[in-house]
T-cell receptor, first 115, second 113 residues
Framework: GAGVSQTPSNKVTEKGKYVELRCDPI?????LYWYRQSLGQGPEFLIY????????DSGLPNDRFFAVRPEGSVSTLKIQRTERGDSAVYLC?????????????FGPGTRLTVL | AQSVSQHNHHVILSEAASLELGCNYS??????LFWYVQYPGQHLQLLLK??????LVKGIKGFEAEFIKSKFSFNLRKPSVQWSDTAEYFC???????????FGAGTRLTVKP
């Protein structure tokens, strides 16, 4: 069956530009998560959606980062005024009900490079 | 600060050797514990998880992990590794009913044929 998909797979941008990263979760999964993985590190939690609402955005590093999930399915992570330090792999995951014990299924990630 | 520690950054073993990867966490309350694996060129996928019951958890591909509450540990084990186990392994923890899962930095396992 279809897993979590993310587009684009790679994004190269210049410092100061705006980028959008897209995540398509597994059909029927109500919970969606964004993580950021820097080189040599484990994934770092950014934000969690339950349905259309952001249930926990405590991991967003600053107000340049924003995410939406308007219809409770596809989500977009938006980064304004990108900085070189934003370069990382951005991972999306989804789970069936959003319980803390649920398995999170990860997508392949979007590799963002800010020049 | 709350954290997850994986003691080994890179482990190199020969086929048929036994494996143990360490994971310690610093949360004081109820925790849910996970091990994820990332094979070369593939997505992160779940190996096993613990949230209650028997502290010895069996996962896929012959892996198991033991939750030792008094040591705040959740070490991953496999009695005999194969070349196909070459991958990066991540320990992850979330606390109680929270969904912000915290990952360790990962351990890269290389199995020599």
């Amino acid at each position: 069956g279809a897993g979590v998909s993310q587009t684009p797979s790679n994004k190269v941008t210049e410092k100061g530009k705006y980028v959008e990263l897209r995540c398509d979760p597994i059909s029927g999964h109500t919970a969606l998560y964004w993580y950021r993985q820097s080189l040599g590190q484990g994934p770092e939690f950014l934000i969690y959606f339950q349905g259309t609402g952001a249930a926990d955005d405590s991991g967003l590093p600053n107000d340049r980062f924003f995410a939406v999930r308007p219809e409770g399915s596809v989500s977009t992570l938006k980064i304004q005024r990108t900085e070189r330090g934003d370069s990382a792999v951005y991972l999306c995951a989804s789970s069936l009900a959003g319980l803390s014990t649920d398995t999170q299924y990860f997508g392949p990630g979007t590799r963002l490079t800010v020049l | 600060a709350q954290s997850v520690s994986q003691h080994n950054h890179h482990v190199i073993l020969s086929e048929a050797a036994s494996l143990e990867l360490g994971c310690n966490y610093s949360y004081g309350g109820t925790v849910n514990l996970f091990w994820y694996v990332q094979y070369p060129g593939q997505h992160l996928q779940l190996l096993l998880k613990y949230f209650s019951g028997d502290p010895l958890v069996k996962g896929i591909k012959g892996f198991e992990a033991e939750f030792i509450k008094s040591k705040f540990s959740f070490n991953l084990r496999k009695p005999s590794v194969q070349w196909s186990d070459t991958a990066e392994y991540f320990c992850a923890v979330n606390e109680g009913n929270n969904n912000d899962m915290r990952f360790g930095a990962g351990t890269r396992l290389t199995v020599k044929p």
